[in-house]
């Protein structure tokens, strides 16, 4: 399986900021995805990043709040704007390589304040 | 995204005895489905996965059984051990499509 990880672990910022997040993959991979997790809940799909492309977003997540980029096939980044304290969840980072399954980066935890 | 539920959002086990997870799908189309499970402060790890033409499919101490007609499908973890403890989420998707939703997730406790 694909090694992914996930820059920063954690961050705390404060309202109205943006934070980016990177992934980056040990190997090239099919297909890369974000994933929000907010506290005790389960995984929401954000959005599917393309590479060479814009992102494919899921209903209710748009680019102006979570631009995404994926400049080649082992690297994406989510950038969280203006945020608020709802924004506070577990972003996490996922990968498809051809026919294997979906694999997980450790994912970044961002508290707003 | 598809809406994908489970039955028991938490569940006590003590340690040696089998464990069962379940939970219910309504995307009559999805046909791969994945059992993760996620410990505090990591991300979500793989453990087994089912396509549809299958029914049952068996890894080391889990078996996953899967059931189209009721859209169902569960997760069964054999001599439950106190490193099974996490939160098990299945999640469902089109293989082609290559996304999938998730299910809200039940906690596993195993009582030494």
């Known amino acids: 399986s694909a090694v992914i990880s996930q820059k920063p672990s954690r961050d705390i910022c404060q309202r109205g900021t943006s934070l980016t997040i990177q992934c980056q993959v040990d190997s090239q991979v099919t297909m890369m995805f974000w994933y929000r997790q907010q506290p005790g809940q389960s995984l929401t799909l954000i959005a599917t990043a393309n590479q060479g492309s814009e992102a494919t977003y899921e209903s209710g997540f748009v680019i102006d709040k979570f631009p995404i980029s994926r400049p080649n096939l082992t690297f994406s980044t989510l950038t969280v704007s203006n945020m608020s304290p709802e924004d506070s969840s577990i972003y996490l980072c996922?990968?498809?390589?051809?026919?294997?399954?979906?694999?997980f980066g450790p994912g970044t935890r961002l508290t707003v304040l | 995204g598809e809406s994908v539920g489970l039955h028991l959002p938490t569940l006590s086990v003590q340690e040696g005895d089998n464990s069962i997870i379940n939970c219910a799908y309504s995307n009559s189309a999805s046909d791969y489905f994945i059992w993760y499970k996620q410990e505090s402060g990591k991300g979500p790890q793989f453990i087994i996965d089912?396509?549809?033409?299958?029914d049952k499919r068996q890894g080391q101490r889990v078996t996953v059984l899967l059931n189209k007609t009721v859209k169902h499908l569960s997760l069964q973890i054999a001599a439950t051990q106190p490193g099974d403890s996490a939160v098990y989420f299945c999640a469902e998707g089109e293989y082609n499509f290559n996304k999938f939703y998730f299910g809200s997730g039940t906690k596993l406790n195993v009582k030494p």
């Open positions: 996922s990968v498809v390589s051809g026919t294997d399954t979906q694999y």
């Open positions: 089912i396509r549809s033409n299958m």
